[in-house]
């Protein structure tokens, strides 16, 4: 269920949209955190997979004389035991993003897309981690307030 | 007499103008995205038994500089990255956040009056950037292709 982005709750509003859409995809609907969790066992194969949703960041700019451009990122962090469940929990994250595209233009997100993607594998005791890091791209446009 | 026109000048010459900016901040934007992935790559490399090591792992918010940095703020984040000369740990010896040696011994189920590490380096930065370093070039190169877009 989408909320609608305004000025005032471009923050919060644009992170639920983010949260509930990702959350959705399956495998990982239990999975999806806002920050990483510390009450886990990193060293647990049963600890993941685990799917971290970064707080979006935000940069504002002039468009227009009466409107301002905000546009910034999301980041989606994806930690998996293995290379494959990595690939395709990234592979289902980025589409549900894509096609969800025309919804989240009508709440006033325009333009999100794939930014890049950045992947990695570490070792946590036993296991290997792989880890791979999605960066949305979007563009918010929002009335600016007169001042005289 | 031969004419010869010259088309989308005026296109280029826009082109040219915008292209410095965009460039700048595609790559600013792109060089971001990479520290924070070094950044959380470090904080998921760091030994943890409080967390404070990974949590003193930041990159400070960038104020119109240049250059993105990586701060690691922990006191022993040097020592724990390049390693120390072995010396011995009393187990009523405090450290940061409140503990002492003792609570990490009981952790570790080790017993006695103290320890006494090797001092061998536990690198967290350092592999973290290796890792990241793979990606950066492919990355880099999508910024640019998405600066000449933008400039046009």
């Given at each position: 269920m989408?909320v609608?982005?305004?000025?005032?709750?471009?923050?919060?509003?644009?992170?639920?949209?983010?949260?509930?859409?990702?959350?959705?995809?399956?495998?990982?609907?239990?999975?999806?955190?806002?920050?990483?969790?510390?009450?886990?066992?990193l060293?647990?194969k049963?600890?993941?997979?685990?799917?971290?949703?970064?707080?979006?960041?935000?940069?504002?700019?002039p468009?227009?004389?009466g409107?301002?451009?905000?546009?910034?990122?999301i980041?989606?962090?994806v930690?998996?035991?293995?290379?494959?469940?990595?690939?395709?929990?990234?592979?289902?994250i980025?589409?549900?993003?894509e096609?969800?595209?025309g919804?989240?233009?009508?709440?006033?997100?325009?333009?999100?897309?794939?930014?890049?993607?950045?992947?990695?594998v570490?070792?946590q005791g036993?296991?290997?981690?792989?880890?791979?890091?999605?960066?949305?791209?979007?563009?918010?446009?929002?009335?600016?307030?007169?001042?005289y | 007499?031969?004419?010869i026109?010259?088309?989308g000048?005026?296109?280029?010459?826009?082109?040219?103008?915008r292209?410095?900016?965009?460039?700048?901040?595609e790559?600013m934007?792109t060089s971001?995205?990479?520290?924070?992935?070094?950044?959380?790559?470090?904080?998921l490399?760091?030994?943890?038994?409080?967390?404070?090591?990974?949590?003193?792992?930041?990159v400070?918010?960038?104020?119109?500089?240049?250059?993105?940095v990586?701060?690691?703020?922990?006191?022993?984040?040097?020592?724990?990255?390049?390693?120390?000369?072995?010396?011995?740990?009393?187990?009523?010896?405090?450290?940061?956040g409140?503990y002492?040696?003792?609570?990490?011994?009981?952790?570790?189920?080790?017993?006695?009056?103290?320890?006494?590490?090797?001092?061998q380096?536990?690198p967290?930065?350092g592999?973290?950037?290796e890792?990241?370093?793979?990606?950066?070039p492919?990355?880099?190169?999508?910024?640019?292709?998405?600066?000449?877009?933008?400039?046009?």
């Open positions: 989408t609608t982005v305004s000025k005032s709750t471009i923050v919060e509003n644009l992170y639920k949209n983010f949260y509930d859409l990702i959350s959705t995809v399956s495998g990982i609907t239990t999975s999806v955190f806002p920050a990483f969790p510390e009450n886990i066992t060293t647990d049963a600890s993941y997979p685990i799917v971290v949703i970064d707080s979006p960041e935000i940069g504002n700019g468009f227009t004389f409107k301002g451009i905000t546009d910034g990122t980041d989606v962090d930690y998996t035991q293995d290379a494959k469940t990595c690939d395709e929990y990234s592979s289902d980025i589409d549900k993003i096609t969800s595209k919804t989240l233009a009508t709440i006033g997100l325009k333009q999100v897309h794939l930014n890049n993607t950045q992947k990695e570490l070792l036993e296991i290997r981690v792989h880890h791979k890091m999605i960066t949305f791209k979007y563009k918010f446009y929002y009335t600016k307030t007169a001042t | 007499m031969i004419t026109e010259v088309k000048l005026k296109e280029v010459n826009r082109l040219l103008v292209l410095p900016a965009s460039t700048e901040k790559v934007s971001q995205s990479f520290m924070k992935f070094i950044q959380k790559s470090a904080k490399r760091a030994p943890r038994f409080t967390g404070q090591l990974a949590e003193s792992i930041n400070p918010m960038n104020r119109g500089n240049k250059e993105i990586i701060q690691v703020t922990s006191p022993y984040a040097y020592f724990q990255e390049f390693g120390f000369t072995p010396h011995f740990l009393p187990a009523g010896m405090a450290v940061a409140g002492r040696i003792l609570d990490w011994m009981q952790s570790k189920g080790l017993t006695g009056s103290g320890i006494m590490p090797s001092g380096p536990q967290f930065i592999p973290a950037v890792a990241g370093l793979n990606n950066l492919e990355m880099l190169n999508q910024a640019i292709k998405q600066a000449i877009v933008n400039a046009k």
